[in-house]
């Protein structure tokens, strides 16, 4: 059945086992305008006829983002890349109403259609023409797109973007309206932004290092965690990396010269923290190095305090001048064969201090997770001990 009423298009399939919503589409005019009244009147209405009839179950087949940012507003959670809303269920509910909070709070953190984006490969693409799954300078995977009006909006040089945005100026990270060369812009029908989400949250725009949309709200955090499209192309990465040939072993101090030289590139990539660890000279006497065909990649620094059952990693590091995805993939194995050797040599409890979000994700996929005193922890036996500073 295809409906056609005040703006709002869409086929609709009634079936048994529920409501099926294909070919969605707001009208143009109504979706741009200035203010979401001009258009949401007729989107409840829409809503209240397509789950009428005591459906159990209504999928939309959407995949514009606003699309799915405004249903998650009325209850309908991303399944298998699907809006769907179920009745009666409470865990998806949550996590639509989850995600609905979150988007909420996305406004300041876009950039204008025209802002040159710096791709892995070094080339500059609009940033209108960016695609989930691209690989960007410094921010690796884009993972999410938003599309929509930007309301607070600040000039910077060359460069237009959400007064909001993080971007990083004279060794530290301001708010664009903070910047000083920064110029607030007015516009009566807003200005036309793209938000844009990385697994490393970062984004080099017009030769400038900005924070993504995660790493720029502090509410629920935990839609800072790989989308499901981030996750179906870091698990196609990880059949990639499996067939590469990665392999890992343990390195002592004399091998230092092999991982200094990444500290200054990681700083001028602008990852910051992750080189600002304790100075390798005082702790950089063992560790675990990740190669790919033999080529160094990333590596931590693995530190026994005079406890043997306690072990530490004060920094992990990689070779920025691979890939992105070898980086974080290169790390995660690097900390996974720590837990393996501390396990052999009767380490009870290692604490890994970093924090950098590309750095703390590559953590978990090697088991790690985060404890109550907001360090990354993981616990070899039963027995956990008493916590210790080193």
């Known amino acids: 059945m295809e409906h056609e009423k005040e703006g709002i298009f869409a086929s609709i399939e009634r079936s048994d086992t529920g409501v099926t919503v294909k070919d969605f589409e707001i009208e143009e005019g109504l979706l741009m305008a200035f203010g979401e009244e001009h258009y949401l009147p007729a989107f409840k209405e829409f809503l209240v006829y397509v789950e009428s009839n005591d459906a159990k179950e209504i999928r939309f087949d959407v995949t514009r983002s606003g699309y799915r940012m405004l249903l998650a507003r009325f209850g309908y959670a991303l399944v298998d890349g699907v809006m769907i809303k179920r009745i009666g269920d409470a865990a998806l509910t949550k996590k639509a109403n989850l995600a609905a909070a979150t988007f909420d709070s996305m406004s300041g953190s876009a950039f204008a259609a025209d802002a040159k984006i710096k791709m892995a490969d070094?080339?500059?693409?609009?940033?209108?023409?960016?695609?989930?799954?691209?690989?960007?300078?410094?921010?690796?995977?884009?993972?999410?797109?938003?599309?929509?009006?930007?309301?607070?909006?600040?000039?910077?040089?060359?460069?237009?973007?959400?007064?909001?945005?993080?971007?990083?100026?004279?060794?530290?990270?301001?708010?664009?309206?903070?910047?000083?060369?920064?110029?607030?812009?007015?516009?009566?029908?807003?200005?036309?932004?793209?938000?844009?989400?990385?697994?490393?949250?970062?984004?080099?725009?017009?030769?400038?290092?900005?924070?993504?949309?995660?790493?720029?709200?502090?509410?629920?955090?935990?839609?800072?965690?790989?989308?499901?499209?981030?996750?179906?192309?870091?698990?196609?990465?990880?059949?990639?990396?499996?067939?590469?040939?990665?392999?890992?072993?343990?390195?002592?101090?004399?091998?230092?010269?092999?991982?200094?030289?990444?500290?200054?590139?990681?700083?001028?990539?602008?990852?910051?923290?992750?080189?600002?660890?304790?100075?390798?000279?005082?702790?950089?006497?063992?560790?675990?190095?990740?190669?790919?065909?033999?080529?160094?990649?990333?590596?931590?620094f693995l530190y026994f305090p005079p406890s043997a059952r306690y072990a530490a990693i004060y920094s992990a590091i990689c070779d920025v001048t691979t890939s992105y995805h070898a980086c974080f993939r290169g790390i995660a194995l690097a900390a996974k064969a720590s837990i393996e050797h501390c396990r052999e040599v009767g380490v009870e409890e290692i604490v890994s201090y970093v924090h950098t979000p590309a750095v703390v994700k590559s953590f978990e996929l090697a088991g790690y997770r985060h404890d109550d005193k907001q360090y990354n922890n993981i616990y070899l036996s039963e027995d956990i001990i008493p916590w210790l500073e080193p």
């Open 122 to 300: 070094g080339r500059e693409i609009p940033v209108s023409e960016l695609e989930v799954g691209n690989e960007v300078a410094a921010g690796g995977i884009v993972t999410t797109i938003l599309r929509g009006r930007q309301r607070s909006i600040t000039d910077i040089g060359s460069i237009r973007c959400g007064s909001g945005s993080g971007i990083f100026h004279d060794g530290r990270w301001v708010r664009a309206r903070d910047h000083p060369d920064a110029v607030p812009v007015w516009f009566r029908d807003g200005m036309e932004g793209y938000t844009i989400g990385t697994v490393n949250h970062r984004l080099m725009v017009n030769g400038e290092m900005f924070s993504d949309f995660y790493e720029t709200i502090t509410r629920y955090k935990e839609l800072s965690d790989f989308s499901d499209q981030a996750v179906s192309i870091m698990n196609a990465m990880q059949e990639d990396d499996d067939k590469a040939g990665w392999t890992t072993r343990m390195w002592r101090r004399e091998e230092l010269d092999i991982v200094r030289p990444w500290w200054g590139k990681m700083k001028e990539a602008g990852y910051g923290d992750w080189g600002d660890g304790p100075a390798i000279d005082e702790i950089g006497r063992i560790g675990f190095l990740a190669e790919l065909e033999g080529r160094p990649v990333a590596c931590v």
